[in-house]
């Protein structure tokens, strides 16, 4: 029996100063249907949902929104609660020096005889805690949290307000395998409690899993929507919708001609900055090669990151020993600022935080790695930071009308551009690229990784850091793969496939792993 409409958004329309972020869009959904909508970065999926959730208020948009049967005009978040709406935001938004408890009643807050009354807030967070499946104390502060924990908050104090709508945007998109099947499983037991979920992401893998509808937003427009059966999501008629057209091979053709070792790193040995005595990085051996795209694969937490940070000027970590060779000659790199002066460049797994200030704009962004290139005599040139900037943001199509845009403003997608022209106008050596389609759609993860293979032709040295297999196996020559901070295999992509790179990270048995790439 299909179940009633709980909401309808009919003919919704937002613009902006010089841009129409939604242009007459439909949506329907089903009560305790679990419905996912899709679309590329800057496509007007969290606009549609700031809409309904009052973020942007009734009056800045057009358009007739029905919610259990009723139109609904809230003037702001405070009223759409009220209604039992609750938008869980892919920035989380709690404040970490408080505890789970005031965090999930603050503005909320459980008064008694004009006091707050915090025995019964903890008794009533306890309760919360276990509907999303946490058994911690609940005056743990925030910033004690993982982020799965600290998504799984974010629910339990939507769920004290009785929601009855939950809007979860790009909800697993910081959240590691584990904790992202504990959210996916969280939604489906929220489904049985007769709680409706509007989910925006990217993870084609998720919403097969997990949707009973899927809507496509592209350009501001509703362009596809249908019912899934049992998990049968069409993943080739998603991407045509998001991207207007089909998409044979999501990774770029490409022929690799790799030319000699330029970048050699031998016996690197790095100490936890917390934890004394605990090695992250234990005696790692590898290299690359001119115009080779050579991939690095390990679970979360096996010390990917750690070991490229490390290297990239001694950014992370206490070193211990090793050395590093460019074009066979040992260097030192003990800053950034000597890491980039000696070719390498470095575009961070988390841009948000490491690889943008975000209250910049794209045109100091792009020159900031190297203002020796924008200099005349001892001053910057700000004819020369224009012509940069202006030179990427059309070589990388980044999606905005000038490069005086502030990079807080641009899609997930067109910010990576950013953080990747940055590093390009460095003209490095070597590229260390880690995670860097992390959060972005299949259409500008597509664009990225022509990008990339371009730099391959150029003569680069490229590192890719992921943690989606396929995309590894999909872009690189060659793939290392690391456990509890070893290097502990090495594989040809060509003869390479998933459960091969899954046994060598996981070192099922080295001796086993070894007499694999004997024989590859």
Known sequence: MEHPLILQ?????????????????????????????CGENGAGKSTLMKVLSGVYPHGTYEGQIIYNGSEIAFKNIKESEKAGIAIIHQELTMIPELSITENIFLGNEVVKHGLIDWDTARHLTVDLLLKVGLTIDPGTLIKHLGVGQQQLVEIAKALSKNVKLLILDEPTSALNEADSANLLNLMRELKKRDITCIMISHKLNEIAAISDAVTVIRDGRTVDTYDVEAGRVDEDRIIRAMVGRSIENRYPEHTSHPGEIIFEVSDWCVED?????????????FNVRAGEIVGFAGLMGAGRTELMRSIFGHNYGIYLGGTVKIKGKEVHMNSVASAIKHGLAYVPEDRKSLGLNLIDSIRTTIVSANLKAIKRGSLLDPDKEFQAADKYR?????????VDTGVNT??????????????????????????????????AKYEIYRLIHALADQGKAVILVSSELPELLGMADRIYTIFEGSISGELNCSEANQEKLMRVMTNTSVAESNQERAEL
């Open 273 to 285: 900055p917390q934890i004394a005595g605990r090695l992250v990085c234990k005696h790692s051996n």
């Open 410 to 443: 641009l899609s997930g997608g067109n910010q990576q551009k950013v953080v990747l022209g940055k590093w390009m106008f460095t003209e490095p050596d070597v590229l260390i690229l880690d995670e860097p389609t992390r959060g972005i759609d299949v259409g």
């Open 9 to 37: 958004m009919q003919g919704i329309t937002k613009v902006f100063p010089g841009v129409r972020a939604l242009d007459d869009v439909t949506l329907k959904v089903r009560r305790g249907d679990i419905h996912a909508i």
């Open 394 to 402: 059309h070589s990388l199509n980044i999606k905005t009308p000038n």
